[in-house]
């Protein structure tokens, strides 16, 4: 029973390991068959990932269905993030659950973390974490320390700062700015 296991385990990785290979060499779908972003770049419906090393499609493309992963980070992402950690290179729009959570574009949508949500441009929706992260927050923030620079909505959490605020930028229990 565990040589099988052990089989299983080694044959999913060369099996991810191949198709990430493929992959980033520009061959088949994922080089843009499957759909594509406006920007001209490709997309994908899946993304299987360990690392971004060792992911099932190249970082590059975006996903427009499942982000499945341990640590994934792909262009643009539409849909869904399960797992431990998510990078989105660009924007993010749909629902993630995870420890942490990177979006370097726009998010709207859910982050769901358990430790640390950012959305650097800006976020229209809800973020829950520990910490929670935006420049430009559009909803509302749930957690231990919230941050905001500009925020048009409500933040709840023993440290809440909403740094475009003239006065009480830093409240604890709930914050506002609208």
């Known amino acids: 029973m565990r040589t099988l296991r ?3 385990v080694a044959g999913i990785s060369a099996i991810l390991f191949t198709v990430a290979s493929y992959a980033d060499t520009g061959g088949g779908a994922a080089t ?10 490709a997309t994908w419906p899946i ?7 060792i992911q099932l499609v190249h970082e590059d493309t975006s996903i427009q269905g499942v982000r499945l992963n341990i640590y994934g980070r792909n262009q643009n ?11 989105t290179k660009g924007d993010f729009k749909g ?3 995870g420890l942490v959570s990177f979006v370097h574009g726009e998010g709207r949508g859910l982050q769901f973390n ?6 650097t441009v800006s976020m229209t929706g809800l973020q829950v974490g520990m ?5 430009n927050m559009h909803g509302l923030q749930i957690g231990l320390a919230n941050f905001a620079d500009d925020m048009t909505g409500i933040q709840l ?7 475009s605020k003239e006065r009480w930028q830093v409240i604890p229990l709930i914050n506002a700015a609208f």
């Open 6 to 8: 052990s089989l299983g």
């Open 32 to 41: 843009g068959s499957a759909g594509a972003t406006p920007s001209g770049g």
């Open 47 to 53: 993304q299987l990932a360990l690392v971004p090393q």
């Open 77 to 87: 992402v539409t849909g869904v993030d399960l797992g431990l950690a998510h990078e």
């Open 95 to 97: 629902i993630s659950f």
């Open 114 to 119: 358990g430790l640390y949500s950012e959305a």
């Open 131 to 135: 910490v929670n992260r935006s420049n």
């Open 157 to 163: 959490g023993l440290w809440n700062e909403i740094k």
